[in-house]
């Protein structure tokens, strides 16, 4: 393609990642007026209305949620002909809803957590004594950020839960449990940066522990070179069985027998100070301009 001058952001939105998407956009729009190009923000509520994107020559896609994750952003670029950061609409569609891409990885050979669909979060009444598992989460089966997830370890929380996700319209996933360790990797085009072991004294990795908390470490995973070329492995294997391009991050559990479970992928993952993305490009030397230079060359080649 022509040489890119002129980059638009997307960021903000409407969805409950607004706040997370509003830092990564403006950390991403500093990196790229300092990397020499052209910019300008756009904090996105309606993604029918794109007009004012034309005169742009590539689009960095830093709105998280429904609106910059679920495949219409990406389908509705497509059809005005402008290119942006990663997944095309149909592989940002199967990595949104977390039944699809979970069938999409067991269909390709490896594992992930069991799960139950919920398809009516109103109406859903399964008792505690019919759930396979003893320790699980009940989280919204298109929805990021650890929004609306619910961790549930005995029959009074399974109670609670019920009463609150009773109040919540939407499918949901009712999820097992793999407690023991919890990794990210982060993947720019044919690149796989080193894996980040997640280490957090909440009791999962939820919003507050992404976005708010100090106390969550975020550390460089690297339990010999042949485990990290498992685990590096069986991301790219998730990555390209959604088939997915550009770049994303892939969330992953490991049990106590040594076991990977792909837990979800990130189409766009988050780009703030917080972020696992360029923390990951910290453990292989890159700075956060190059790390975002990296994400424009991956998704344009």
């Not at 679920?70 to 389908?75: C, E, I, M, N, R």
């Not at 109103?122 to 004594?129: A, C, H």
């Not at 100090?214 to 991301?235: M, P, Q, R």
């Not at 088939?243 to 703030?272: H, K, Q």
């Amino acid at each position: 393609m022509e040489s890119i001058n002129k980059i638009a952001v997307l960021y903000g939105g409407s969805s409950g990642e607004r706040e997370v998407s509003i830092e990564s956009g403006k950390r991403v729009h500093d990196a790229i007026i300092e990397l020499g190009y052209e910019s300008k923000k756009f904090d996105i509520n309606d993604i029918d209305d794109l007009h004012a994107l034309i005169n742009f020559d590539f689009i960095f896609i830093a709105l998280h949620g429904e609106e910059g994750e679920s495949g219409a952003l990406q389908k509705r670029l497509e059809s005005i002909g402008i290119p942006y950061t990663g997944s095309n609409a149909e592989s940002c569609s199967h990595s949104w809803n977390k039944s699809i891409s979970k069938n999409l990885i067991r269909k390709n050979g490896m594992k992930t957590p069991d799960s139950i669909q919920i398809n009516n979060s109103l109406s859903f009444k399964r008792s505690y004594e019919d759930i396979p598992f003893d320790h699980f989460f009940i989280k919204p089966s298109m929805d990021g950020s650890s929004v609306n997830i619910f961790e549930i370890k005995n029959k009074d929380e399974y109670k609670e839960t019920i009463e609150k996700l009773n109040t919540l319209n939407g499918p949901f996933i009712l999820e097992e449990a793999i407690k023991f360790k919890e990794y990210t990797v982060t993947i720019i085009g044919d690149l796989v940066l080193p894996p980040i072991e997640i280490k957090t004294v909440n009791s999962f990795y939820d919003y507050d522990a992404k976005y708010i908390s100090n106390d969550t470490d975020l550390v460089e995973a690297n339990y010999g070179d042949e485990w990290v070329n498992n685990i590096k492995n069986f991301a790219n294997n998730s990555y390209q069985a959604l088939g997915c391009s550009g770049w994303a991050r892939v969330d992953i559990l490991e049990n106590s027998d040594g076991d990977f479970y792909f837990l979800e992928l990130n189409s766009s993952p988050g780009m703030t100070s917080h972020s696992c993305v360029p923390k990951s490009g910290e453990f292989m030397g890159l700075s956060y301009n190059e790390v975002v230079q990296k994400i424009i060359d991956a998704s344009i080649a």
